[in-house]
């Protein structure tokens, strides 16, 4: 017996839950767990399911196919740790975060690699014999770094997810089309509010009495991704700015370990710059 996770995007029509369920039954699969969400507005069906029994996984996307309407996405998944490479800079609580959460088996993931352009972290990354690369960006402009930290990845045949642990450069285009909805990066501020550099100082300069942190997917405009996951703090008159960044890092490692677990258990769709997450 194997257990598979079906991921269903499609146009909706009556009639779509019954369809994919008969498929199952029709197959002899039980049906262990199932979500599913339309979109109104768009049109759209969403659906993830999780079965298991035995069935060759390629036959039952095929009959899933037949049942729904043209141009639909269907995944049949065999659950897997998933092969991820983490990049920061010189902040270690979320990379840190992340790394304990691995070393405590609640992670789907096999860490490949800590890319970073200094060697501050090396010693914190290694205590968890994980391989650790320092590509400096000294001398070099933007694109030319970036060029040797994508001859790099490279090297690894089979990348899920980049994961940024405040790694403080922005990505240029061809960056984020080489990896396109595979990079999950977080950020310092309840977005869409105080983006770009220094957000808790924006935020203590504005007077708020909340203040939070946002995981999303990376796309070509700064901090505009697709959210995968938020959550905020309260705080009051007395917090000035860096009170609130000491506090805010422990929203921000939780929400960004929270994303990554969700990408890892293939809970995310990604439609109109929004995801759907089960």
Known sequence: MSQY???IDAND???LV???SSVFFENNLNILSNNEFVDKENNKFFMRSVVDGVVDPS???KSIENVLPKHASVEVIKPRKKNIIIMAT?????LGDILIRHEAGELEANILCVVSNYDLLESLVTRFNIPYKTISHEGLSRAEHEEKVLEYLATYDDIDYIVLAKYMRILTPRFVEAYENK???IHHSFLPAFIGANPYKQAYERGVKIIGATSHFVNNNLD???IISQEVIHVNHAYG???????GKDVEKVVLSRALKLALEDRIFVYANKTVIF
């Open 90 to 94: 010189k902040e270690m609580h979320a």
């Open 241 to 247: 700015w860096r009170d609130m960044q000491r506090s």
């Open 183 to 185: 990079i999950i990066n």
């Open 18 to 20: 019954y369809k994919v």
């Open 59 to 61: 036959e039952l996307k």
């Open 224 to 226: 505009e991704g697709p």
């Open 13 to 15: 029509e009556k009639g």
């Open 5 to 7: 996770r079906v991921l």
